[in-house]
Structures are given as structure tokens and as C-alpha cells.
């Protein structure tokens, strides 16, 4: 059994699941996703979740076990024989991911049911919107900024998600298109397989090991969110590809800081599960930055305000 600890990195098998595989097992699961993005805004008691979302018992009672197992919370006594669920050093480290999924909601996502939570940064003291830059030199990226891919411990095989979970209804008004997204194994699995350059049916059928009805379900859902346009194949006209549009490539932050936090806090023996390089030649980490006054964002400085 693997031990995640909360203050440093887990230590992965060799020939194993890669540090994209964990990552995309604990945020491609619907209900983690929801139980982190309250965990944000300051939930921490077990009542808390179950008065903010439509989660059964059972349900809210595995998912806290598992993100406590897995070294994302940290259990901890109070009034008593009462607990509640603290965001460990590793938890808390997961805020550019969720900073960038409200992000692009608030840019691609005109219609919600609820509110949007506000992001202030508290250097400023302005709201702000995050922009994903080079660790390096500082300038703004997009996807084709960098150049790279798989490592010495990635592969297709070792970076598919490492946790199963099953589908469910997405929950009105909170990040609903995110969910689609990313909020099942298989959609995070063909989305992060598209930023790697695959485009036709059959090769994120083979190269993913996923079921062809799932892979044809998740594509014809992502040109319905206009994430993916298809077009016919330069090699026959009845093999279309399927390429990320704007909205889907705007989506990029999202998915490469969830890498950059999987490979600091999952370690291979044989090294990182993706290698990148930025335009200006040096190795690619992603920083966010306050589109305001432009300094790196750290996780304390920035306030999320739940809406009014």
C-alpha cells in the first residue's frame, strides 16, 4: 500500500502509475473535485459538505476517507469526539488548479446557477483573474509555447488515471462544463491525450486503452461544448479528427498546472512523466500571475470570496 504523506512527495513503484495517472485519478473524480472546491472556500466539517452539496453519506464518507488517505486532508479532533478535514500542505497546493478552473468558467461559461466565486489578491487588493506564465522568463504562455512530452516514466499505459470511478449527473451550477471535462477518468484522459497531439478516433481508442462507445461518447460531447471541432482526415475522408478549438485550448492552464502539481508530489525512480521546454529554451513550470499587477500569485495572497 502506498503512503501519501501530507508534506512530501509519494513515492510511486517502479514501472507503476505515473504521476499523471494519481493526478488525473484524484482530480478526474467528479465529487473530489466538488469536496476540494469547498474545502477553497473554507469548509472543513463534515455537515458543512452535506448542507453545500447533494452528496450522500456514504458517498462524502468514501471521498473524505480517500483524499485523507491519499494525504490531500489531514483528520483532526475537535469538541470532543468531533472531526473535521484540514487541507494538508499537499492540499493546499492544489490552488492554482482550482484558481484556473474558475477562470476559464468565468471566461467560457456564460450561465451559471449560482455565482462565481470572486478572486482578490490580496497584494493588490484587487480582483484578479490568473495568467498562466514561464517560471523562467515571465511571459505569458499558451499550448504552443511549449514544446516536450513524456519523460522517462511516461507513458499511455502509465498515464492513464490510477483511481475507477463512474459517471454521475453533473450538479447544476457548479463548474458543470469543468465536470464534463475533467470530471471523469476518461474525459481527462482524452482531453490531456489531445494536448498531447492525438487527434483521430483510433488512436485515443488504442493508445488510451479506453472502450470505443466511451471514447465516441466523449467526443461527440466535446464538439457539443465546442472544446473540439472534427474535421475530415488528410488519409480518408470517413476518419475525421478531432482538434481543440480556442475554448478548448484555453483550457491548457487547467491541465498543466494539474501536471505540474502531480509531478511534485508524485515521484517515478526512473524520473517525471512529462518533460517541457518553453520558447525561451528553458525547462517549462508554470506560474500564475495576477493579471492586475502582474506578480506571481502565491496560495496565501489570494482570497476567494464566496458570492453574496
Same mark, same amino acid.
Given at each position: 500500500?502506498?503512503?501519501?504523506?501530507?508534506?512530501?512527495?509519494?513515492?510511486?513503484?517502479?514501472?507503476?502509475?505515473?504521476? @499523471?495517472?494519481? =493526478?488525473?485519478?484524484?482530480?478526474?473524480?467528479?465529487?473530489?473535485?466538488?469536496?476540494?472546491?469547498?474545502?477553497?472556500?473554507?469548509?472543513?466539517?463534515?455537515?458543512?459538505?452535506? *448542507?453545500? /452539496?447533494?452528496?450522500?453519506?456514504?458517498?462524502?464518507?468514501?471521498?473524505?476517507?480517500?483524499? =485523507?488517505?491519499?494525504?490531500?486532508?489531514?483528520?483532526?479532533?475537535?469538541?470532543?469526539?468531533?472531526?473535521?478535514? %484540514? /487541507? &494538508?500542505?499537499?492540499? %493546499?497546493?492544489?490552488?492554482?488548479?482550482?484558481?484556473?478552473?474558475?477562470?476559464?468558467? !468565468?471566461?467560457?461559461?456564460?450561465?451559471?446557477? $449560482?455565482?462565481?466565486?470572486?478572486?482578490? #489578491?490580496?497584494?493588490?487588493? $484587487?480582483?484578479?483573474?490568473?495568467?498562466? &506564465?514561464?517560471? !523562467?522568463?515571465?511571459?505569458? +504562455?499558451?499550448?504552443?509555447?511549449?514544446?516536450?512530452?513524456?519523460?522517462?516514466?511516461?507513458?499511455?499505459? %502509465?498515464?492513464?488515471?490510477?483511481?475507477?470511478?463512474?459517471?454521475?449527473?453533473?450538479?447544476?451550477?457548479?463548474?458543470?462544463?469543468?465536470? =464534463?471535462?475533467?470530471?471523469?477518468?476518461?474525459?481527462?484522459? @482524452?482531453?490531456?491525450?489531445?494536448?498531447?497531439?492525438?487527434?483521430?478516433?483510433?488512436?485515443?481508442?488504442?493508445?488510451?486503452?479506453?472502450?470505443?462507445?466511451?471514447?465516441?461518447?466523449?467526443?461527440?460531447?466535446?464538439?457539443?461544448?465546442?472544446?473540439? *471541432?472534427?474535421?475530415?482526415?488528410?488519409?480518408?475522408?470517413?476518419?475525421?479528427?478531432? #482538434?481543440?478549438?480556442?475554448?478548448?485550448?484555453?483550457?491548457?492552464?487547467?491541465? @498543466? =498546472?494539474?501536471?505540474?502539481?502531480?509531478?511534485?508530489?508524485?515521484?517515478?525512480? $526512473?524520473?517525471?512523466?512529462?518533460?517541457?521546454?518553453?520558447?525561451?529554451?528553458?525547462?517549462?513550470?508554470?506560474?500564475?500571475?495576477?493579471?492586475?499587477?502582474?506578480?506571481?500569485?502565491?496560495?496565501?495572497? +489570494? !482570497?476567494? $470570496?464566496?458570492? !453574496?
Amino acid at each position: 500500500m502506498l503512503v501519501h504523506p501530507p508534506d512530501r512527495p509519494t513515492a510511486l513503484p517502479t514501472g507503476g502509475a505515473n504521476a @499523471i495517472g494519481f =493526478t488525473l485519478g484524484l482530480i478526474g473524480d467528479e465529487w473530489n473535485l466538488l469536496i476540494l472546491r469547498y474545502a477553497m472556500l473554507g469548509v472543513r466539517r463534515y455537515g458543512e459538505w452535506r *448542507e453545500a /452539496l447533494p452528496i450522500s453519506h456514504a458517498v462524502l464518507t468514501r471521498r473524505l476517507s480517500t483524499l =485523507t488517505d491519499m494525504g490531500v486532508f489531514e483528520k483532526a479532533e475537535y469538541e470532543g469526539r468531533r472531526f473535521e478535514y %484540514r /487541507l &494538508t500542505k499537499r492540499g %493546499r497546493d492544489l490552488w492554482p488548479v482550482l484558481l484556473s478552473v474558475w477562470a476559464w468558467e !468565468a471566461a467560457w461559461v456564460p450561465e451559471h446557477v $449560482e455565482s462565481l466565486p470572486v478572486m482578490v #489578491h490580496r497584494r493588490c487588493g $484587487e480582483p484578479f483573474l490568473p495568467v498562466l &506564465t514561464c517560471a !523562467a522568463c515571465a511571459k505569458p +504562455v499558451r499550448p504552443r509555447d511549449i514544446h516536450g512530452g513524456f519523460g522517462p516514466s511516461g507513458t499511455w499505459e %502509465r498515464s492513464v488515471p490510477a483511481a475507477t470511478t463512474r459517471r454521475r449527473s453533473t450538479v447544476a451550477g457548479v463548474f458543470p462544463q469543468t465536470m =464534463t471535462l475533467i470530471g471523469n477518468r476518461w474525459s481527462a484522459a @482524452i482531453l490531456g491525450a489531445s494536448f498531447q497531439g492525438l487527434h483521430r478516433f483510433r488512436d485515443f481508442e488504442q493508445r488510451l486503452g479506453a472502450p470505443p462507445t466511451i471514447v465516441a461518447e466523449r467526443l461527440r460531447v466535446f464538439c457539443e461544448l465546442g472544446v473540439f *471541432e472534427q474535421s475530415p482526415s488528410a488519409e480518408r475522408a470517413d476518419w475525421p479528427s478531432y #482538434h481543440l478549438t480556442e475554448k478548448g485550448r484555453a483550457f491548457f492552464p487547467v491541465v @498543466i =498546472t494539474a501536471i505540474d502539481w502531480g509531478q511534485r508530489w508524485y515521484r517515478a525512480p $526512473e524520473g517525471p512523466a512529462m518533460v517541457y521546454t518553453h520558447t525561451c529554451g528553458q525547462d517549462f513550470h508554470p506560474r500564475l500571475r495576477c493579471d492586475g499587477c502582474l506578480v506571481p500569485l502565491r496560495g496565501h495572497e +489570494v !482570497a476567494v $470570496e464566496r458570492p !453574496a
